[in-house]
C-alpha cells in the first residue's frame, strides 16, 4: 500500500507557472505507474498526466499537452507535475494517484491509490 501526499498548489495568473508534488510513502513506490488527474467544480473527474513506473512512458490530456510535463524521482519517491502557460480552464482540484499497472492509464480506475488533492486557481 502506499500513501499519497500532494503540495505545490495555489492561486497564479493566466500564463503563469506552478509545480505540483506528490510525495509517496512505502518503499515500493518505483514499482508504481503514477498519475495526476483533476476536477473543477460541479465536472466529473479527468485525467491530466501519467509515467511509467521507471519514467520512461508518459501520457498526456489533450488539454494539455504542451503546456504540462510530469516527471518521477524515484529516489524521493515523488512525482512531479510542472504546469506552464496555465489557463483559467485549468482551475480544479489536483489529486495525485498510484497504480500497479505498467502502462501509464489514462482511466481513474485503474488506481486504486489516491492523495486528498491540492487546489490550482487560475486567475485571468
Known amino acids: 500500500q502506499v500513501q499519497l501526499v500532494e503540495s505545490g498548489g495555489g492561486l497564479v495568473q493566466a500564463g503563469g507557472s506552478l509545480r505540483l508534488s506528490c510525495a509517496a510513502s512505502?518503499?515500493?513506490?518505483?514499482?508504481?505507474?503514477m498519475g495526476w488527474f483533476r476536477q473543477a467544480p460541479g465536472k466529473e473527474r479527468e485525467f491530466v498526466a501519467a509515467i511509467s513506473w521507471i519514467g520512461v512512458r508518459t501520457n498526456y490530456a489533450d488539454s494539455v499537452k504542451g503546456r504540462f510535463t510530469i516527471s518521477r524521482d524515484n529516489a524521493k519517491n515523488t512525482v512531479y507535475l510542472q504546469m506552464n502557460s496555465l489557463k483559467p480552464e485549468d482551475t480544479a482540484a489536483y489529486y495525485c494517484a498510484a497504480g500497479s499497472g505498467r502502462s501509464p492509464a489514462m482511466s481513474e480506475y485503474t488506481y486504486p491509490y489516491w492523495g486528498q488533492g491540492t487546489q490550482v486557481a487560475v486567475s485571468s
Open positions: 512505502g518503499r515500493t513506490f518505483s514499482s508504481y505507474t
